[in-house]
């Protein structure tokens, strides 16, 4: 039998394309579309379409419906951390955090993590399968209609690497825009990286107007290359190229993410030497409280704001990372896969 047709990681032009194929109307493609944003769970649910339509969809088509494998809530901000069960049975992790701005998503890219970052718990039983633009995009729309909180803004900052899946996070990203959808701005998407240097100059590219954000975590090669395997790849010195470049090309500043870690990445020469690689780059610095992770020696350091006040001092615009859902093992890093079963060990 055929290979069924992944209709919820089709664009419109394309639903209806295929269903011409059907010898069915345009039309349709759109009442489809809106279904399957919606959160429908069968095809049996579009009851504006003909009995004969959704049985031969049914057939020929999957509609990638995730089922709430585990749900918890914060007592103290309210964040809600989703386990998905997908088709194939593998798990999702996503993250509704709930800002003053707007109830803002936390979307994985990927199952596990090939990137090996030493202090992610995501990376640890190492990349399984990325995931497809529909089961990116479903994280979106069944947060959205299980919690019954309207969802404006998405972080791409959950489990997986978004660059190391760029075409799938790409059509994502124009499902998720789409204004028969969940019609989300570019301008209130972010998209977190390790560094894929190569992926970023496509990136630019483009010209969206997506926020992009580098996990830098460290300024010197020595340190980084320790932490971050990436950086083997793609050093400090090519990084920053790639981050200027971005820059010039679509004129949005870049947010870098450093995790402050003791001993490791928080001394006053890190911070003068993060601040002069950023000479003539606008961008801004996230300093993220380092998050225990069991399996990891590294701790969190206590020097936060020494470091941030070093880096004013020259300066760079900082902020520090405020943690969510800390109750609940919600906060970056935390995500793995499987967490029922490892967290247990
Ligand atoms: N692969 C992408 C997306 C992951 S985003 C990336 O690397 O950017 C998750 C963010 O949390 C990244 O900045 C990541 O480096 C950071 N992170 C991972 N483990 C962490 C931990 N234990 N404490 C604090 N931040 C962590």
């Known amino acids: 039998m055929a290979e069924k047709i992944d209709l919820k990681s089709m664009t419109l032009p394309e639903i209806e394309a295929f269903l011409a194929t059907l010898g069915e109307p345009k039309f349709r493609a759109k009442q489809i579309f809106v279904w399957m944003h919606k959160g429908v769970s069968s095809f049996d649910e579009m009851t504006n379409l003909s009995k004969s339509l959704r049985a031969k969809l049914a057939e020929r088509c999957t509609l990638t419906v995730l089922q709430v494998e585990r749900k ?176 010039e090309v679509t004129g949005r500043r870049i947010s870098y993410e450093y995790a402050m870690i003791d001993g490791v990445t928080d001394s006053d020469a890190q911070a003068d030497l993060l601040a002069k690689h950023l000479k003539g780059i606008p961008g801004h610095v996230n300093l993220i409280p380092l998050n225990d992770v069991r399996e990891s020696k590294l701790k969190p350091s206590r020097r936060v704001p020494e470091f941030k006040k070093r880096l004013e001092s020259h300066g760079v615009t900082v902020t520090v990372r405020r943690k969510l859902g800390s109750d609940i093992d919600a906060s970056c890093g935390q995500l793995r896969r499987k967490t029922l079963h490892l967290d247990e060990t």
């Open 72 to 247: 918890q809530v914060s007592k103290l901000d309210g964040t809600i951390k989703y386990l998905w069960e997908m088709e194939d049975g593998n798990c999702v992790e996503t993250v509704l955090m709930r800002y003053k701005h707007g109830n803002t998503v936390c979307v994985s890219s990927e199952i596990g993590c090939a990137m090996g970052c030493a202090f992610c718990a995501s990376t640890i039983g190492g990349l399984v399968r990325r995931l497809t633009p529909a089961e990116i995009l479903s994280q979106v729309i069944y947060t959205q209609k299980d919690s019954g909180l309207p969802i404006s803004n998405i972080v791409l900052m959950g489990i997986g690497e978004p660059l190391d899946n760029f075409d799938h996070v790409l059509r994502f990203l124009e499902l998720v825009n789409d204004p028969n959808g969940m019609n989300i701005g570019m301008r209130h998407i972010s998209l977190s990286t390790c560094g894929l240097v190569d992926k970023i100059d496509r990136l630019a590219d483009l010209q969206l107007q997506i926020t992009l954000s580098v996990s830098l975590h460290a300024p010197d090669n020595e340190t980084r290359s320790t932490i971050m395997p990436v950086n083997k790849a793609y050093d400090v010195e090519r990084l920053f190229q790639s981050c200027r470049r971005y820059f």
